[in-house]
Nanobody, 126 residues
Framework: QVQLVESGGGLVEAGGDLRLSCKFS????????MGWFRQAPGKEREFVCA????????NYAASVKGRFTISRDNDKNILYLRMNSLKPEDTAVYYC???????????????????WGQGTQVTVSS
């Protein structure tokens, strides 16, 4: 079993920055691919970005590329999402995801992941 706890969400003005964190724990939690997804009201959950377990591979959705940065600290078991130049359309609940089955890539589909956090709300005001 893997536990994921997100933090760092909040209310920010357009153009502002936020950093989300996802603390992961569990016997098999370390050294596995992870990702961030988001779900806006009335919309389906969508891919944001992902990172391989050694951080050598990353993938970003086109809508966030150049503004968001995913990173991880495997010593501390924390996944990060740095969000710069936020826009109102970035408003959503953000979820971290963990691929317990392993792999060497940065995965972009929801069914690539085995565990999910509870989500953290990000609201960007215009």
């Amino acid at each position: 079993q893997v536990q994921l706890v997100e933090s760092g969400g909040g209310l920010v003005e357009a153009g502002g920055d936020l950093r989300l964190s996802c603390k992961f724990s569990g016997r098999t939690a370390s050294m596995k691919p992870m990702g961030w997804f988001r779900q806006a009201p009335g919309k389906e959950r969508e891919f944001v970005c992902a990172i391989s377990w050694v951080s050598t591979v990353t993938n970003y959705a086109a809508s966030v590329k150049g503004r968001f940065t995913i990173s991880r600290d495997n010593d501390k078991n924390i996944l990060y999402l740095r969000m710069n130049s936020l826009k109102p359309e970035d408003t959503a609940v953000y979820y971290c995801a963990h691929r317990d089955r392993g792999g060497s890539s940065a995965y972009t589909r929801m069914d690539d992941y085995d565990y999910w956090g509870q989500g953290t709300q990000v609201t960007v005001s215009s």
